[in-house]
């Protein structure tokens, strides 16, 4: 089972990036999957999640209204739409895999996730 990111980078404060989380090596339709940060001399914390059946979605109150988490089922990827970005969202994004959660909702705890990628830095300048 694999997990890659991509699409971080260095951007200004309200600036915009797209994180992609591509899974291969699993059944991808039967595992959550999560996206989570964490930044320097912090913990890490789930942002947002989606649901095996793509129907939930949940997002940490800090990002809710900028960012948006959906899939492309074809290409066994879950994408990230990160706007109106701020300094505070700085870290290295990971994505991760939760096979023991229901059908219809998702969670935002790393201890339930599975498979977990490398991580992609993502750095907001003020």
């Known amino acids: 089972a694999q997990l890659v990111e991509s699409g971080g980078g260095s951007v200004q404060a309200g600036g915009s990036l797209r994180l992609s989380c591509a899974a291969s090596g699993f059944p991808f339709r039967d595992y959550a999957i999560g996206w989570f940060r964490q930044a320097p001399g912090k913990e890490r914390e789930g942002i947002s999640c989606l649901s095996k059946t793509g129907g939930d979605t949940s997002y940490l109150d800090s990002v809710k209204g900028r960012f948006t988490i959906y899939s492309d089922n074809a290409k066994n990827t879950v994408y990230l739409q990160m706007n109106n970005l701020k300094p505070e969202d700085t870290a290295v994004y990971y994505c991760?895999?939760?096979?023991?959660?229901?059908?219809?909702?998702?969670?935002?705890?790393?201890?339930?996730?599975?498979?977990w990628g490398q991580g992609t830095q993502v750095t907001v300048s003020s």
């Open positions: 991760a895999a939760d096979y023991s959660g229901s059908y219809y909702n998702c969670k935002l705890r790393a201890n339930d996730y599975n498979y």
